[in-house]
């Protein structure tokens, strides 16, 4: 409490220069009046530097410039700056620097989903929502900026630190994800710091979402973004494929030259694909394709090694038509919907789309 008091008493006083005239440009008062005497240096002595610095720029925001960029999180009225508490769960945006700082409290939800457009509308900023996803952010629960943790491993989609005897620390940020839409990859994250939760909706583990960046370990939380990753790829080369005319597709010839992410060339054979001919030159069917063997590969041993064999077909590279009752792979599309064993395994391993 005295730190939040320390914070916001130390109002202002009035600085002059040599002609007794009021000194009150933004920079000198940056310089002069930076919360940097004894008493404040006590308050920052426990840790919480980044936290009183990002409040610190908040409160000379509502007291000097003419554009007030906080409001609350609760939608709460912030048309006079001098209602706002350094308690109160607020947001302030900096469009200079492109930071988002997000000051939250004991039983808050964020909406992760409306949260940008709730600012650009309150705040009747011109940046688009786009621009405004860019920003840097933070979040700040209570003075503790939350950053992430790893899973606890024998706990599915918990993510913190263990005390000695294995119970979850309570003094630190505990999180827990609970998938909604695994379609979408979103769910809801609550954040437990000593007797309080904060709230986030619709968050995503796949793009840690407000920087909120959990690591998994268990095999089970594993295998549901493997999931994710895949239904994630899909939808984006559905959306890819809705501009293109089936027209403007070929499908792979036998006498094409396919390869991998680095430059390996896989061994088109076809077999049941044979029948069907363009210009005499068979088509290469799915089941052709798949497990074919890659030649050549140089990916180093450090980075997983050679490619070799082609060992994941997405349903996003096939052709509309069916051939011998199995699908061609079209060539526009096979370099984002096929994957070889290396790549594949890389996507397990780090949770990445490469």
Known sequence: MNKYRTLYKALPFCIEDKENQDILEKENIYKTYTYKSNFANIVLSDDNEEFFNAKEKQIINLLYDEECKSLYLANQNSEIQATFNPMSSTIYIDTQTKELYLFANDKDFIDCDTIYEQIKQELKLQESIEELQSYKPSLFFYSTLLLGSSEIETNPFFFGQLDKDNTIKQDTPTYHFSPKDEENNLGTLTIFLNSCTLT????????????????????????????AIIQREQKQHKEQLKPLSTAMLHPILEDDEIKCPHNGVVQLQSNKGKSITDKNI?????TDLLYSSIVGCP?????????????LILPSARGLKKYNDDYPIMQDLVSSGCLSDKVKQ?????????
């Open 282 to 286: 068979p088509f290469i069917l799915e």
């Open 200 to 227: 986030l909706l619709n968050y995503s583990l796949l793009d840690s979402t407000l920087n909120i960046k959990l690591t998994l370990t268990n095999k089970e939380s594993k295998e549901k973004q493997d999931k």
């Open 346 to 354: 890389e996507i397990k391993t780090y949770g990445v789309d490469k």
């Open 299 to 311: 990916n180093p041993p450090i980075s997983g090694g050679p490619c070799t064999q082609v060992a």
